[in-house]
């Protein structure tokens, strides 16, 4: 049963526009969660965590969202750029698991020049 | 800068062939995991290790066991592969009790004919 889902396989923005990406999870366990992205050929690469005790974290141009009770995360990307097209995982644990991630299916983004 | 090498990016076996993959972390993480990624279907955990010679079972073990002897490598084993373990494999590691974030390696894309 997929605890971590991300119900949109793919999104396109024109450059400039701002990207939202989203994630829902059913586990209420989970406390911390993160964003990776992804290109072909290449293995995920970290984008931005929030931990459960926060419902907003932002780093430059990418901003995560929490909503606990809808246990539903979001990722901002504004503004898009053409070298943010790439696939975007979503990606949660819970404390005292061993650090064990649940990953979602990906949502594919692709900006547009 | 964290690295997770991965020992070929491109693999094709035959069916029934016993396959190696290799995986070493250069950040004496503790933490290293061997996911599968399949379109549609996301990443999923198939072993996990959280220390030398312990192993855990992910989501998706049957068909796989693994091996950590060092610290540093954590080896994938196909016993007898089948064509549905055609894949991108993914090793990732981490380090226990920090930011939780796993860094991964570039990936093994492995077919099975």
């Known amino acids: 049963d997929q605890q971590v889902k991300q119900n949109s396989p793919s999104l396109s923005v024109q450059e400039g526009r701002i990207s939202i990406l989203n994630c829902d999870y059913t586990n209420s366990m989970f406390d911390y969660f993160l964003w990776y992205k992804k290109y072909p050929a290449e293995g995920p690469t970290f984008l931005i965590s929030?931990?459960?005790?926060?419902d907003k974290n932002e780093d430059g141009r990418f901003t995560v969202f929490l909503n606990k009770s809808a246990k539903h995360l979001s990722l901002h990307i504004v503004p898009s750029q053409p070298g943010d097209s790439a696939v975007y995982f979503c990606?949660?644990?819970?404390?005292?698991?061993?650090?064990?991630?649940?990953f979602g299916t990906g949502t594919s983004l692709t900006v547009i020049p | 800068d964290v690295k997770v090498t991965q020992s070929s990016r491109y693999l094709v076996k035959r069916t029934g062939e016993k396959v190696f993959l290799e995986c070493v972390q250069d950040m004496d993480h503790e933490n290293m995991f061997w996911y599968r990624q399949d379109p549609g279907l996301g990443l999923r955990l198939i072993y996990f290790s959280y220390d030398v010679k312990m192993k855990e079972k992910g989501d998706i073990p049957e068909g796989y066991s693994v091996s950590r002897e060092k610290k540093e490598r954590f080896s994938l084993i196909l016993e007898s592969a089948s064509t549905n373990q055609t894949s991108m494999y993914l090793c990732a590691s981490n380090i226990i009790n920090r930011v939780r974030e796993q860094f991964f390696g570039p990936g093994t894309r492995l077919t099975v004919l």
């Open positions: 990606a949660a644990s819970a404390s005292g698991t061993g650090n064990q991630f649940y």
């Open positions: 929030i931990s459960s005790i926060k």
